[in-house]
């Protein structure tokens, strides 16, 4: 059985650019969770993400967006970077919307300078 | 106030001892408690899982939850070097999204 794959682990970017993380979902689940995880602090939900539509959003603002694609796997992309993005981002697989236990990769670091 | 408070610590123990960790939550629609461990540079695991009010013991851990009081304890008992890590409290209504606490780091002393 193969868990949560994510790439990249680390990145840096600078303020005002774009970026995209990607997340594999553990075999046998339809659905994607993103998390961010601040310095210090636990994660935070962003958005889920269930056949391929978005079922659910945190208070994160549009610059924040998402894909997934039929093989279940998942981008997160943001834009117009900003200091404070700088954090663990997390993707959690599931099977179905309930998250009962969510399967969480081990995350790419994102460094905005 | 957040929906789930959690002391960051840290949380300095002998090998061997009791630990106790605690949350409170405000969300009175909570239905299910978790803990997940986050290992350094890793990402959480879940360690416990509960639904409503009650106790769940698996192995040398015990969840405890405390509606009245929402009220949330995580305890291990005998300690081991291993166990350091990041302890994380979660709840959630049986929605789609997980309201997670800081965390508290734990290290445990050889």
């Known amino acids: 059985e193969t868990g949560v794959t994510q790439s990249p682990t680390h990145l840096i970017k600078t303020r005002g650019q774009q970026v995209t993380l990607r997340c594999s979902s553990q075999s046998g689940h339809n659905t994607v969770s993103w998390y961010q995880q601040a310095l210090g602090q636990g994660p935070q939900f962003i958005f889920q993400y269930y056949r391929e539509e978005e079922n659910g959003r945190g208070n994160f603002p549009p610059r924040f967006s998402g894909l997934q694609f039929p093989n279940y796997s998942s981008e997160l992309n943001v834009n117009a970077l900003e200091l404070d993005d700088s954090a663990l981002y997390l993707c959690a697989s599931t099977a179905g919307t309930w998250t009962g236990e969510l399967f969480f990769g081990e995350g790419s670091r994102l460094t905005v300078l | ?110």
């Open chain 2, 1 to 110: 106030q957040k929906e789930v408070e959690q002391d960051p610590g840290p949380l300095s123990v002998p090998e061997g001892a009791i630990v106790s960790l605690n949350c409170t939550y405000s969300n009175s629609a909570f239905q299910y408690f978790m803990w997940y461990r986050q290992y350094s540079r890793k990402g959480p695991e879940l360690l416990m899982y509960t639904y409503s009010s009650g106790n769940k013991e698996d192995g040398r851990f015990t969840a405890q939850v405390d509606k009245s009081s929402k009220y949330i304890s995580l305890f291990i008992r005998d300690s081991q070097p291993s166990d350091s890590a990041t302890y994380l409290c979660a709840s959630h209504t049986g929605g789609f999204k997980t309201i997670f606490g800081a965390g508290t780091r734990l290290f445990v002393k050889a």
